[in-house]
């Protein structure tokens, strides 16, 4: 049972590129979420799930796309990445959607150049 | 602007001792609330939580108590431990979620504590 991981850890990119961020959860949660953390600030979040084939805006989406097409994943994508959005990435899951039920990943480190 | 404020950046404790990590909320609509514990390279992970009906909650070690008036949350670690050195967030929502949809949780910026032995 490895929980929430997410791929990749690490990644460097220039502006302008595009990259996914991957999440996978093998607890057979309804609800995943995709949350970045900015240096002085709390963690926001910038879309969620409900279910497979479901997703909505969260706090701060704009520059963000999601997909999840499978239940167990939930894809994160840049389209064009901006310096703004150099941060660290966590993505959870919950069986619920209770705020104290929330399982995390480890993070992926973004940095755009 | 910041909902939850966590105003102390860093905190270090003797070992055996108290740990008090604060907390401050300025929305008057947040009715629970929660604290995670970060360790470095992982994700957060749930601490303890407590309801506005309720001022004190306690598990094992962790008591978080919660003074309505103030708009003030506290976490209390007794004794604390080497192993509880991560950084601590308070988080803050109005209701517990869980219902169907998404309840939205606002976080604070984290206090790291470090626990010397």
């Known amino acids: 049972n490895a929980g929430v991981t997410q791929t990749p850890k690490f990644r460097v990119l220039k502006t302008g590129q595009s990259m996914t961020l991957l999440c996978a959860q093998d607890?057979?949660?309804?609800?995943m979420y995709w949350y970045r953390q900015d240096p002085g600030m709390g963690l926001r979040l910038i879309h969620y799930?409900?279910?497979?084939?479901?997703?909505a805006k969260g706090e701060v989406p704009d520059g963000y796309n999601v997909s999840r097409l499978k239940k167990q994943n939930f894809l994160l994508g840049l389209e064009s990445a901006a310096p703004s959005q150099t941060s660290v990435y966590f993505c959870a899951s919950s069986p619920t959607g209770s705020t104290d039920t929330q399982y995390f990943g480890p993070g992926t480190r973004l940095t755009v150049l | 602007d910041q909902q939850v404020k966590q105003n102390s950046p860093s905190l270090s404790v003797q070992e055996g001792r108290i740990s008090i990590l604060n907390c401050d909320y300025t929305?008057?609509?947040?009715?629970?609330f929660l604290w995670y514990k970060k360790y470095p390279a992982e994700g957060p992970t749930f601490l303890i939580s407590?309801?506005?009906?309720?001022d004190k909650n306690e598990d094992g070690r962790f008591t978080v108590f919660l003074n309505k008036s103030a708009k003030h949350l506290s976490l209390h670690i007794v004794p604390s431990q080497p192993g509880d050195s991560a950084v601590y967030f308070c988080?803050?929502?109005?209701?517990?979620?869980?219902?169907?949809?998404?309840?939205?949780?606002?976080f604070g910026t984290g206090t790291k504590l470090q626990v010397i032995p």
């Open positions: 607890m057979n949660h309804e609800y």
């Open positions: 799930s409900v279910g497979e084939g479901t997703t």
């Open positions: 407590i309801s506005s009906i309720k």
């Open positions: 988080a803050a929502s109005a209701g517990a979620g869980g219902s169907g949809g998404y309840q939205k949780v606002t």
């Open positions: 929305n008057s609509m947040f009715d629970y």
